[in-house]
Structure formats: structure tokens, C-alpha cells
């Protein structure tokens, strides 16, 4: 690798690293990006996947670095020691304000940890046409980190619909994994 005068050669950039730039070098366009091209870059990537090493391990590969992310956001965006109903508002209002999506809540069972969860207007997919297949899968990792990080628990979380499925937002069934599964 070239020499970096800003980095010590032997360190690795990792997302903490990545993230911790997010102050600087935007100064007159803002942090903000539009939806499309959030869409450019995600797509693209799913293609290129896809492409090279099939469509299951580009699936894969989107929902363990969401899961990777959740667990980042979660650790350096959100308070983990509030109780359940604080952080899921909590989580709300961060979704919101980072313009990430709407969640809303429909099932918890305290007792098990099940969950299901909407995301409405989220960057991932409001809006395209009916594909016939969910697409959401980064959120899918997303989300199971985020609840990971906050229960201490390995979670997974599975879209069941999705506007790429006809639906009018994005549905996951979220549960903590059962020993011997792997995320």
C-alpha cells in the first residue's frame, strides 16, 4: 500500500476508522446524499455481488455487514441501558432524524424477545415496482445487530414483506437465534 502521511503504515481502516471521518470534507454539499444515490451504490453492489459469487452469498454478504452496522449504530448512536419501550422510541426518532426509515413496533413478546417490526419510507426500496422478491437484506442485519447490541442476545431478523413484494412497507420478524445458528 502507498504511504499515507496521515495514517501509520501498519494500521487497518476499519468502520469505527471510516465513520470517525464523517465531520470532515463535506463542508459545502452537507452530510446529506439523495435517496438515489444511497439506491447507486447499494444496487450496484448487489449486482456486482450477485454477479461474481451468486445470489445467496450476495445476500449474505449484505446481511452480516448490516448486522456489522446495527451493532456500530447502536453502540455509538443510541443509549443501551434504557428499557425496552424507551429504546424502541428512542430507535424510532434516530431512524427518523438520520431519515433511515419509519419503525413502528406491531408484535413484542417480552418473554421470548420475538418481535415484528415495520419500516416504512426506508432508503432501501419505497417506492419500486413490485420485483417479486423482498430485497431489504442489509436492514434484515441491520435491524438483528441493533437488537443484538442492546439485549446482549445473538438476534435475527427476517423481512417477510417488502414494497419489491407489493407491500406498502417493509415487515421483519425479529427473534434471538436458537444455539447453533449461525446470523
Not at 452496522?69 to 422510541?89: E, K, R
Not at 415484528?116 to 441491520?142: H, K, M, Q, R, W
Not at 406498502?168 to 449461525?182: D, H, N, S, Y
Request: net charge negative; hydrophobic share 35%; with cysteine.
Amino acid at each position: 500500500m502507498k504511504h499515507n502521511e496521515f495514517l501509520p503504515m501498519d494500521e487497518n481502516l476499519n468502520l469505527p476508522k471510516y465513520i470517525e471521518f464523517r465531520e470532515h470534507g463535506r463542508e459545502n454539499l452537507g452530510a446529506d446524499v439523495p435517496v438515489e444515490v444511497y439506491r447507486l451504490l447499494e444496487y450496484s453492489f448487489r449486482e456486482e455481488l450477485a454477479g461474481r459469487f451468486g445470489k445467496e452469498t450476495q445476500i449474505e454478504i449484505f446481511r452480516s455487514a448490516g448486522y456489522r452496522a446495527g451493532i456500530f449504530f447502536a453502540q455509538h448512536y443510541l443509549d443501551l441501558t434504557l428499557g425496552h419501550f424507551d429504546f424502541i422510541a428512542q430507535l424510532q426518532r434516530r431512524l427518523e432524524e438520520l431519515r433511515i426509515g419509519v419503525l413502528r413496533v406491531e408484535e413484542t413478546e417480552e418473554d421470548t424477545g420475538k418481535m415484528v417490526l415495520t419500516i416504512a419510507e426506508d432508503a432501501d426500496c419505497s417506492g419500486l415496482p413490485a420485483l417479486g422478491e423482498t430485497v431489504c437484506n442489509y436492514d434484515e442485519g441491520f435491524l438483528a445487530g441493533i437488537l443484538t447490541a442492546y439485549t446482549q442476545k445473538p438476534y435475527t431478523a427476517v423481512e417477510v414483506d417488502c414494497w419489491a413484494t407489493g407491500d406498502r412497507v417493509c415487515r421483519f420478524r425479529a427473534e434471538i437465534q436458537q444455539t447453533g445458528k449461525g446470523k
